[in-house]
């Protein structure tokens, strides 16, 4: 009987040792977890700022490019006008 109660002892004591490492864990693992969330959530907030950041680049980028064929177009027609002008002097000359 003795035995037995020794052993009930320690059956116990070792089933609170694992309870108690059990705990530990998922404590350990449930601030790892807040951890990783909050990293996620960190790289969302960043990607989607990045994301209007390229946006706004890509609208500034075509701006520029029409301003740049409209002045490529008014240039075109200023040297045409001036040629067809030069030309009619030219002719009118002879």
Do not use: H, P
Request: proline share 0%; with cysteine; charged share 40%.
């Amino acid at each position: 009987m003795e035995q037995q109660r020794k052993n009930s002892g320690e059956s116990q004591e070792k089933l609170r040792n694992k309870l108690q490492k059990s705990q530990e864990n998922a404590k350990l693992a449930m601030k790892e977890l807040k951890d990783v969330k909050q990293k996620v959530s960190a790289c969302k907030e960043e990607k989607e700022t990045y994301q209007a950041e390229s946006q706004q680049m890509i609208k500034e980028k075509t701006k520029l490019e029409l301003t740049k064929q409209d002045l490529t177009d008014e240039v075109t027609g200023d040297n045409n006008s001036k040629v067809k002008w030069f030309s009619s002097q030219y002719k009118s000359s002879f």
